[in-house]
């Protein structure tokens, strides 16, 4: 009766009666075979973690191409680069991974899943890897569909100003900053705005800066196209208190103490933060 063994039971088991192989990580391990009369003969086996699928770690997208004066500058998105996981993670092959355009006119993709934008039009990046142990075997992802739209001859900005370099707002208060971008007619209009200290004043996207806190804060709008910037120091200042505004009524006689007075009511009204408003009321006698 033969009996089997295995030199890396840890990478590859054998059952020892049958001959069974069960691979439990990867690694190498030599089986042997050992019949009753003391022949054997062995076989060196490799345990690898084989490649079984790729997908390409990006959504559907659109580039941006600009085109000027007869030569082709990018932006926005005009470069992006793709990125591919296979699965199982840490498998064993010594293939690349390629990657295939396919319609190379519209965006071209280099072996390391980098997409550049040529022309207006779509096509579809995929990434592939051939099998380890069957090179007929080809594993290849899902496509991702890249749309590349173009625009010609645009104006780029050249400058941007604010309409002031300085406001002042009260707590809770707002103000409205408004941009301007040299040229009037840039093609990419689009701005930013941060508020260096949102703590004291906050910005929207549209330019509203809102008072949160006594302090000063800067306020700073810059251009997607060319990064241009400009500023505008905010002082946020607390809520104002009305003036007081003293009334008088005569009221009736007061209690004999005397002396003929009148009793004279002084009415102050402050607004207080939070918008409750107290009322005090101090009473001065007057004396003919």
């Given at each position: 009766?033969?009996?089997?063994?295995?030199?890396?039971?840890?990478?590859?088991?054998?059952?020892?009666?049958?001959?069974?192989?069960?691979?439990?990580?990867?690694?190498?391990?030599?089986?042997?075979?050992?019949?009753?009369?003391?022949?054997?003969?062995?076989?060196?086996?490799?345990?690898?973690?084989?490649?079984?699928?790729?997908?390409?770690?990006?959504?559907?997208?659109?580039?941006?191409?600009?085109?000027?004066?007869?030569?082709?500058?990018?932006?926005?998105?005009?470069?992006?680069?793709?990125?591919?996981?296979?699965?199982?993670?840490?498998?064993?092959?010594?293939?690349?991974?390629?990657?295939?355009?396919?319609?190379?006119?519209?965006?071209?993709?280099?072996?390391?899943?980098?997409?550049?934008?040529?022309?207006?039009?779509?096509?579809?990046?995929?990434?592939?890897?051939?099998?380890?142990?069957d090179s007929n075997k080809v594993h290849t992802s899902a496509p991702i569909r890249v749309t590349v739209q173009e625009v010609t001859d645009p104006i780029?900005?050249?400058?941007?100003?604010?309409?002031?370099?300085?406001?002042?707002?009260?707590?809770?208060?707002?103000?409205?900053?408004?941009?301007?971008?040299?040229?009037?007619?840039?093609?990419?209009?689009?701005?930013?705005?941060?508020?260096?200290?949102?703590?004291?004043?906050?910005?929207?996207?549209?330019?509203?800066?809102?008072?949160?806190?006594?302090?000063?804060?800067?306020?700073?709008?810059?251009?997607?196209?060319?990064?241009?910037?400009?500023?505008?120091?905010?002082?946020?200042?607390?809520?104002?208190?009305?003036?007081?505004?003293?009334?008088?009524?005569?009221?009736?006689?007061?209690?004999?103490?005397?002396?003929?007075?009148?009793?004279?009511?002084?009415?102050?009204?402050?607004?207080?933060?939070g918008g409750v408003i107290f009322v005090f009321y101090r009473k001065r006698y007057l004396t003919k």
């Open positions: 009766m033969a009996t089997w063994s295995s030199s890396n039971p840890s990478v590859l088991a054998v059952d020892p009666q049958t001959g069974a192989l069960t691979p439990l990580k990867t690694g190498t391990a030599t089986i042997t075979i050992t019949t009753s009369g003391g022949l054997t003969s062995n076989v060196t086996i490799q345990v690898a973690r084989l490649v079984t699928a790729i997908a390409i770690d990006q959504s559907p997208l659109t580039l941006t191409l600009y085109k000027a004066a007869g030569t082709q500058a990018l932006a926005n998105g005009g470069i992006v680069t793709f990125t591919a996981t296979v699965t199982p993670a840490g498998y064993s092959t010594t293939k690349p991974v390629t990657w295939q355009s396919s319609d190379p006119a519209v965006a071209t993709v280099s072996s390391s899943g980098v997409i550049t934008a040529v022309a207006a039009g779509e096509t579809d990046i995929t990434a592939s890897i051939v099998d380890e142990y780029p900005v050249t400058g941007i100003t604010l309409n002031v370099q300085n406001a002042s707002v009260a707590v809770g208060g707002t103000v409205q900053l408004t941009p301007a971008i040299s040229p009037a007619n840039a093609t990419n209009r689009s701005v930013t705005w941060q508020s260096a200290d949102p703590s004291i004043a906050t910005v929207d996207g549209g330019g509203l800066v809102t008072g949160v806190k006594e302090g000063k804060v800067t306020i700073t709008v810059t251009t997607v196209d060319g990064a241009f910037a400009a500023s505008c120091e905010v002082t946020v200042t607390p809520i104002a208190v009305p003036a007081v505004v003293p009334g008088t009524t005569t009221g009736p006689p007061a209690a004999n103490t005397g002396d003929d007075t009148n009793l004279v009511l002084w009415l102050i009204v402050a607004l207080a933060a």
